[in-house]
């Protein structure tokens, strides 16, 4: 298939040039067909029957079995939840934080991962990353540890510039045990998770799925001590006696869709169009604070209000994002193509200087 008939499968490109998916990413004809049959079947057979529970069983083990292979772990350590944020939970209160201990963070975290943290009890140190040069955030990670780190814990790709950490460095250079976010990475870039203790993956975003889906990866379930737990305890013996919701089959059925969907060519496409994305901003004379070769979100600054300005460019028929700091952000993914970054830098150069 084509870049141009997979971008096809999705109605929202007819109307607008969507790039959000850092927030949520588009939805497909087929995995929205494959959440309304799901709920169909359960209309018609009764969600109670022992067919409707064998059938969502079988469709949970094989949407384990997808996500185990695309971030290169086995099935059996990963679990499904409904966020990155519930992920991250079930991992920092799994382990029994303590005020002794020290977790090393950055200052570019999401809260679904930095409130976690911070609930905990732990002292959190937060590297200094966001006005530094990529190259430079293993070192500004690595100064922050001491002998009372007992966790680290950060994204994978920064949610406010794009930039991508050096996780195999990190763990390399520091042997500690490393959670990390994986909401920006998982379907965006290739992902190894197998580098980390725990790996978080959004369904929702970069997957193309629908919203309140995810899941974790769990390298060790017996190094974790739960302290909230579900009936999933009492009869699995993998990561999945971790799990705390039980996932509705419209939700696991589209995933599970979106997943299979992705096309082999979705990283290196995606690339290549973040990358264009990237240059066309500068050379409309915007201020990018993404460096080159990064993930896939690229922030950027033109003057007047971020949010007025973020419902302005919908009204043109453009889906972008303000981020808490005064920066804008495009997320451009491999259903993306030039017409999409055509009528976001058309919308910037439209705009008065003052906004």
């Known amino acids: 298939m084509t870049p141009a008939e997979a971008r096809s499968n999705f109605p929202v490109f007819e109307r607008f040039a969507y790039l959000n998916s850092g927030s949520a990413g588009p939805l497909s004809r087929r995995t929205v067909e494959a959440m309304q049959a799901a709920e169909f079947l359960a209309l018609k057979r009764g969600r109670g029957a022992t067919g409707h529970w064998e059938a969502a069983a079988a469709i949970e083990a094989r949407l384990r079995e997808r996500i185990g292979s695309l971030i290169g772990v086995p099935a059996e350590n990963v679990l499904l939840t409904t966020s990155t944020t519930e992920g991250c939970n079930l991992v920092i209160t799994g382990l029994r934080l303590s005020p002794e ?18 609930a905990s009890g732990a002292r959190v140190k937060q590297a200094r990353v966001m006005e530094r040069p990529a190259r430079e955030a293993l070192r500004a990670i690595v100064d922050e540890v001491t002998s ?42 290739l992902v190894h998770a197998a580098v980390a203790d ?49 996932l509705a089959a419209s939700m696991t059925s589209g995933l599970l869709a ?8 979705g990283f290196e496409r995606g690339a290549s169009m973040v990358a264009t994305c990237r240059q066309s901003l500068l050379a409309a004379g915007l201020e990018v604070r993404t460096e080159a070769g990064q993930g896939t979100l690229v922030s950027f600054r033109v003057p007047g209000d971020p949010i007025e300005l973020v419902k302005r460019a919908e009204a043109s028929g453009v889906i972008i994002r303000n981020l808490p700091d005064g920066w804008l952000r495009a997320s451009v993914g491999w259903w993306n193509d030039e017409s999409d970054i055509d009528r976001l830098t058309r919308f910037l150069r439209a705009l008065p200087s003052s906004a």
């Open 101 to 118: 201990d020290e977790v090393v963070t950055t200052d570019a975290e999401h809260p679904g991962l930095l409130l976690p943290l911070l």
């Open 148 to 189: 009372q780190t007992r966790l680290i814990a950060l994204s994978h790709v920064l949610w406010l510039n794009g930039h991508v950490l050096p996780l195999g460095q990190i763990k390399q250079a520091t042997g500690l045990p490393l959670l990390v976010d994986g909401a920006q990475s998982v379907g965006a870039i």
């Open 198 to 246: 725990w790996y978080t993956v959004s369904g929702q975003k970069w997957l193309g799925g629908p919203e309140t889906t995810g899941a974790l990866y769990v390298a060790d379930p017996e190094r974790m001590r739960p302290q909230i737990q579900s009936g999933a305890a009492s009869s699995r013996t993998d990561a999945s006696r971790l799990g705390l919701v039980h």
């Open 258 to 265: 979106a997943v299979e969907d992705l096309p082999e060519w």
